[in-house]
């Protein structure tokens, strides 16, 4: 049973989980004598519960619990509760428990006899990286307000520090780039931040023109690239320059590339080494400079072999690939995205968002975003646009990610997810059978067992 102790308002929430009643109170008793607000608790399981009811800023946890262990709750946390930092207190301090403690997502760790100096200096400073993340969301919201089209890479992940520096490495030169990844991970603002970084290095009064190959019909998407000549078709009543010429010494980014038609795929082979294009109807080729970033979501490999796709070209787009990463693969970054779409869309429409609430975060971290980074800004457009300040609640977000309360597939605990669907199943019988007798005999269970539930559930 848990113990709740009402706290001053700007006090950090703290949960201690231990199943020695000795040790969770005298942990208890000293960090709320330090000006915590703290919630005490004997399990894991009553420690997710709460967890998931209410928003805390460290938990002090040991590993050796009965029924899910310390290191079972410290994932389950994250899930939860992903800002909660999560304090492992250990009997047994080896380097193997240690490198798995922070493996598996431990903040820190304490060795018991538990010191409570050594206590109050690890909580002190895990509220201290709490206040850094906050303010580096705040510096990165107000960087934003700089930029001028909202166009950067956001991320700290490890995936794309690796995007980041190739991309720094390959600004500065003229080589093609292929950026491979789904829908929506974001493959025209890498390429716009390629086109900055390299400007940035050798200014020039180039150009940044994107053009997505799957949207334009192909007897207009030669035209559109490398230009026209006045009467040289239906319609052409003057002179038109295709984007490699608008583009000057800047870069043409072509989205969907592996949409593109196969005689078009000819010419952009000569534009990338010849550096020349031949607008449509003219008998003179023009000199162009523009680099060329390409993307698509097909394997483009592939589709070479299968012909569909000329080999050459893959090869000459092909000189430097990088892989953007799926967002499901690159959760830690969540934090970031969300402070920075959110605090862009919040300034668009004029209202002072803050941020999510704890019950709309845990939502945004359990879905999987198969539309990626564009699904996740179009949800929070939708918040900011449907919820009122400061903060954005689940159910200003969408139905898909926020399905309604008692879906039992929403959550991945059992127990959990079992409680939902006895409460809808004990719903659905009551609601065709009123007579809460027969009620019994349909679901087999004695007429006290579904009182007793009715009750547990709160059914009408």
Not at 36 to 65: I, M, P, Q, S
Not at 353 to 380: C, I, K, M
Request: hydrophobic letters at 45%; charged letters at 25%.
């Amino acid at each position: 049973m848990s113990v709740r102790v009402t706290p001053p308002p700007a006090a950090a929430a703290i949960l201690v989980v231990d199943d020695e009643p000795i040790i969770r109170d005298t942990l208890g008793e000293f960090l709320q004598g330090e000006g915590y607000a703290v919630t005490r608790c004997g399990t894991g399981e009553e420690a997710v519960e709460l967890a998931a009811a209410h928003k805390f800023d460290v938990a002090v946890c040991d590993v050796n619990l009965p029924g899910i262990d310390g290191m079972d709750v410290m994932e389950r946390l994250a899930a939860v509760s992903p800002e909660t930092f999560v304090l492992l207190v250990t009997a047994y301090a080896t380097v193997e428990t240690a490198v798995q403690a922070f493996q598996r997502g431990a903040s820190d760790y304490l060795i018991k006899p538990v010191l409570l100096d050594d206590l109050s200096g690890k909580v002190q400073r895990l509220l201290h990286q709490r206040d850094l993340r906050r303010e580096n969301q705040w510096l990165r919201r107000e960087l934003s307000r700089e930029v001028e089209h909202n166009d950067f890479v956001v991320g700290t992940s490890p995936a794309m520090k690796q995007v980041l520096a190739l991309a720094r490495r390959v600004a500065p030169t003229p080589s093609t780039l292929l950026v491979l990844g789904e829908s929506g991970t974001g493959k025209d603002v890498l390429a716009r931040t390629v086109h900055q970084l390299g400007q940035a290095a050798k200014p020039t009064d180039g150009r940044y023109v994107a053009v997505n190959c799957a949207a334009i019909p192909g007897d207009l998407l030669e035209s559109q690239l490398f230009g026209h000549r006045k009467g040289s078709f239906t319609g052409a009543d003057r002179e038109a320059v295709g984007v490699f010429a608008h583009a000057g010494a800047g870069t043409v980014f072509l989205d969907e590339i592996g949409d593109l038609p196969l005689p078009t795929q000819a010419k952009l082979l000569r534009a990338i080494e010849q550096k020349e294009v031949l607008p449509v109807g003219a008998n003179e080729p023009i000199k162009v400079r523009a680099r060329i970033i390409a993307a698509t979501n097909k394997d483009l490999e592939a589709e070479a072999k299968a012909g569909r796709f000329r080999q050459d070209l893959f090869f000459r787009l092909n000189v430097v690939s990088v892989t953007l990463p799926p967002l499901r693969d690159r959760r830690e970054d969540l934090p970031e995205l969300i402070s920075f779409l959110l605090g862009k869309h919040a300034r668009a429409a004029g209202k002072p968002f803050t941020g999510l609430s704890h019950e709309a975060l845990q939502l945004v971290y359990g879905y999987p975003w198969p539309g990626n980074v564009r699904e996740l800004d179009n949800a929070l457009q939708r918040a900011v646009i449907l919820g009122e300040p400061p903060l954005v609640h689940p159910h200003d977000l969408p139905p898909a990610v926020s399905p309604p309360p008692d879906d039992p597939f929403a959550i991945d605990d059992l127990r959990l997810a079992l409680a939902r669907f006895e409460k809808l199943h004990i719903a659905r019988i009551l609601g065709q059978t009123p007579d809460r007798r027969e009620a019994a005999k349909r679901l087999n269970i004695g007429l006290s067992s579904l009182y007793r539930l009715i009750a547990q559930y709160g059914i009408g």
